[in-house]
């Protein structure tokens, strides 16, 4: 149960950025995918070469942000479709994320430093993830390549027996961020890159450039998704090129998950959203993968039915009839109203 | 004062579909000035306003405010000294924000900070002046007003930092008669009380005729004052 929770607010992380660019922006923007294990590889490369882990985290957010940058501006200035844009990124990200650690993926040594001298010790525990990523074929050079650290690798901040420790961190983590991004969404500049989300050229009529809010937004959106990765990875203890893969189709199930839960009337409430959001959908993982067998499921179809989940929340919302839904929600108020009379 | 001179635009030059929207265009309007542009669909109108806005680069020609050249295209430099309010209702305002939060967008001009910014007085009054009671209904998201309330809250916003000249495009061609004649009113009144220069677009002669203190017609490119004859080559497209 521990680790459904911290596993949905890592998910819940990585969804909020996906918020930004979808809800806020209304940019659908498909980065996501190469920055979620760019900032994995970026956290656990710097990790390893020493770094604390509190500034590795923070190094691969803003280098998640940087591949946010590097899409507004190919969607701007060279006016190439944004759903494109994201796309090209995307694609560079898998070679760059490969030239990042070397080879295919960078797992976190079970030894850490326990002190500045470069000490090191076992730790007890193992993979976070209680094998949700087992089909990644994790080869035994790098396991051996990441046991000998050349300058010794820096303590991570994810404990396996740290009891509820990791959901505490996570918790704080996850709280920071979307009270930080409520704050600044609520700014001058926030609330202009909302209204940008609903009339784009309207800004420009208030002496604000499209190109900027675009770069500044994207780069929010994929600096929470590089974080995020980076939390992924710390936890996992393991970063890998094709963790991002389809991040972005779950990270928008998670929304709207969330969006069934607090709605869409408020957009705001939209930041807490993908939180539960991301612990409905790891729950639902969970229990796929605890008992899916049963009736032939496998922790791979996960993907199909996040999929589909999106497909009929589409389609569930094209049936929708906005007149209906107010004269319940009137027929609701006024039995309210009654019972309290 | 804003100065047109010599502007010449042509959409596509030298392929199969160039077309001369604007030719050899020069235009003086007074600071002050209630300017009303009439002419047929396709005429160049919206053109003469895309060049004031940067938009559209001219092929020869300048644009001047109050004597200076104005170089900048950048449509949202430009913006800093011209307001604009389009036909679309929804095009004006931000759909997904309060009335609060629109005027708080529209109450400065440039980039924005990490600031909290409030609404300064003077436009709080312009909003009471709509006689509307928007200003009671300041959390009220600007999506759910009607299309009469979203283009006075919209001009409201387009004059909210004080622009050199407002840029009118139809803005009153989506609205009701009673909605229409309200915003012209106040489109007046901003022009009589605030000294706003007003260049406007529209299709309708009795507002024309009763709104503005200046008539200009575009026909096929070209500016013509409304007492100047019409060309012959253009009287039956009129």
Redesign the interface.
């Known amino acids: 149960m521990l680790a459904v929770l911290e596993q949905g607010l890592i998910m819940g992380l990585m969804a909020m950025g996906v918020f930004v660019s979808f809800r806020i922006l209304n940019m659908p923007d498909l980065t996501v995918d190469g920055s979620f294990a760019l900032g994995g590889a970026i956290c656990v490369s710097f990790l390893l070469a020493g770094v604390p882990a509190a500034i590795a985290l923070l190094l691969g957010a803003l280098v998640g942000g940087g591949a946010g940058i590097v899409t507004a501006l190919i969607h701007r200035k060279l006016k190439v479709n944004v759903l494109l844009a994201g796309i090209l990124v995307m694609t560079m990200l898998y070679s760059v994320n490969l030239r990042i650690m070397n080879g295919p993926n960078l797992p976190i040594p079970r030894v850490v430093a326990t002190s500045s001298l470069g000490s090191f010790e076992e730790e007890e525990g193992g993979d976070l993830l209680g094998g949700l990523f087992d089909d990644m074929d994790l080869p035994s050079g790098a396991n051996e390549r990441a046991k000998t650290p050349s300058s010794g690798p820096a303590k991570n901040i994810f404990h396996s027996d740290s009891g509820a420790g990791n959901l505490v961190l996570l918790s704080l983590i996850l709280g920071a961020t979307a009270v930080g991004l409520f704050v600044?969404l609520?700014?001058?500049?926030g609330?202009?890159m909302?209204?940008f989300?609903?009339?784009p050229?309207?800004?420009?009529?208030?002496?604000?450039?499209?190109t900027?809010l675009s770069v500044i937004g994207l780069a929010i959106a994929n600096g929470l998704v590089g974080f995020s990765g980076g939390l992924f990875s710390l936890y996992g203890g393991f970063a890998d090129v094709s963790m991002g893969q389809g991040m972005i189709v779950v990270g928008l199930a998670i929304v709207m998950m969330g969006e069934i839960v607090f709605g869409r009337k408020k957009?705001l409430l939209g930041v807490v959203a993908p939180v539960i959001g991301g612990v409905i959908y790891q729950g639902i993982l969970a229990l796929v993968m605890r008992y899916g067998y049963r009736i032939g499921f496998r922790a791979s179809d996960m993907k199909l039915l996040t999929a589909l989940f999106i497909v009929v929340m589409i389609a569930l919302s094209l049936f929708r009839k906005p007149k209906a839904k107010l004269t319940v929600k009137k027929e609701v108020e006024k039995l309210w109203s009654n019972s309290k009379g | 004062m804003v100065e047109l001179e010599g502007i010449t635009v042509v959409y596509n030059p030298g392929q199969d579909n160039q077309k001369v929207a604007l030719e050899d265009v020069s235009l003086g309007v007074n600071n002050g000035d209630f300017l009303v542009v009439v002419g047929a669909n396709g005429a160049g109108k919206s053109t003469l306003l895309k060049v004031l806005l940067g938009e559209v680069e001219p092929l020869q020609g300048h644009f001047k405010v109050n004597g200076k050249v104005q170089t900048d295209r950048?449509?949202?430099?430009r913006?800093?000294t011209i307001?604009?309010v389009y036909q679309d209702p929804?095009?004006?305002?931000?759909?997904?924000?309060t009335i609060r939060?629109?005027l708080?967008?529209?109450s400065?001009?440039?980039?924005?900070?990490?600031?909290?910014?409030g609404i300064p007085q003077k436009v709080l009054e312009h909003l009471e002046s709509l006689d509307l009671g928007l200003e009671k209904r300041m959390e009220t998201k600007a999506?759910e007003l009607s299309g009469g309330q979203k283009q006075a809250l919209a001009m409201v916003?387009?004059i909210a930092?004080d622009p050199e000249l407002l840029l009118l495009d139809e803005h009153t061609a989506s609205l009701d008669p009673k909605s229409a004649k309200k915003v012209m009113d106040l489109t007046k009144r901003i022009n009589e009380k605030l000294g706003i220069t007003i260049m406007m677009i529209t299709h309708n002669m009795e507002f024309a005729g009763t709104y503005g203190n200046r008539q200009i017609r575009v026909e096929e490119g070209k500016i013509f004052e409304m007492d100047s004859p019409v060309p012959e080559a253009v009287c039956g497209k009129i």
């Open positions: 600044f609520k700014t001058d500049l609330t202009v909302r209204g989300g609903s009339n050229d309207g800004v420009q009529a208030f002496g604000v450039s499209k900027v957009p | 950048s449509p949202s430099r913006a800093k307001g604009r929804n095009s004006g305002v931000f759909p997904n924000l939060e629109n708080s967008v529209a400065r001009k440039g980039m924005r900070g990490l600031g909290f910014s999506g916003m387009a930092s």
